[in-house]
């Protein structure tokens, strides 16, 4: 019985080892040695202490910053409650929810037709970036709580433009974070 036994814990031990441990440990280190910001989770950093991530996205409400998406995780924009909110498109929920915040953005000064991510969350609730249309949406409400021209702010947008990966996947975007952080220094710049 032990020489039928014996193989079978064996192998589990050897690929408990190569699998759980081994294997696990050489990922980690490749990640850290080829992708080391993003292996730990591309931290953003600003006078040396990390204000947050670039792949996390953060609330931003007041007028002088570019906003981000509606989020569905937890309060907004908790990570530790990451998920979309399972609502369909004949949700009355969904359906009012949107329409609110179409409402604030008009108030705010967005003219139509307000793009879509603009006014839905993303799958996760925790998309860090927006799409170009909304960022250019943005630029004369920011550009005026700042007391900035509108052209330096859609510059910003423009240097803050991450085209499709490898040219052919995705959309483009602007992360939101690193807008409002080139949005800071330019004010910063400017009221030195």
């Known amino acids: 019985m032990l020489d039928t036994i014996r193989p079978a814990l064996v192998m589990t031990v050897l690929f408990t080892l190569l699998l759980g ?7 980690t280190g490749v990640g850290q040695l080829a992708f080391p910001a993003a292996a ?3 931290l953003v950093s600003r006078d040396g202490k990390v204000i947050g991530s670039a792949l996390i996205g953060q609330n931003f409400a007041g007028p002088n910053y570019f906003w981000p998406r509606p989020s569905a995780a ?3 924009y908790d990570a530790a409650n990451s998920s979309g909110s399972n609502l369909g498109p004949t949700s009355k929920k969904l359906v009012d929810r949107v329409t609110a915040t179409i409402g604030t953005l008009r108030d705010a000064g967005v003219a139509a037709p307000v793009p879509a991510d603009a006014a839905t969350a993303s799958g996760s609730g925790l998309d860090p970036d927006i799409s170009l249309g909304y960022a250019r949406a943005q630029v004369a ?18 240097a803050g433009t991450d ?4 040219g052919v996947l995705g959309e483009t975007r602007v992360n939101v974070l690193r807008l409002n952080l ?11």
Not at 21 to 27: C, G, H, R, V
Not at 141 to 158: F, G, I, Y
Request: overall charge neutral.
């Open 21 to 27: 441990l081994a294997y696990p440990l050489a990922i």
């Open 40 to 42: 730990n989770g591309s």
């Open 74 to 76: 937890g309060d907004g």
């Open 141 to 158: 409400r920011v550009a005026a709580a700042r007391k900035l021209t509108a052209e330096q702010v859609d510059a910003l947008v423009t």
């Open 163 to 166: 085209g499709p990966l490898l």
């Open 182 to 192: 080139a949005l800071d220094a330019l004010s910063a710049k400017q009221g030195s």
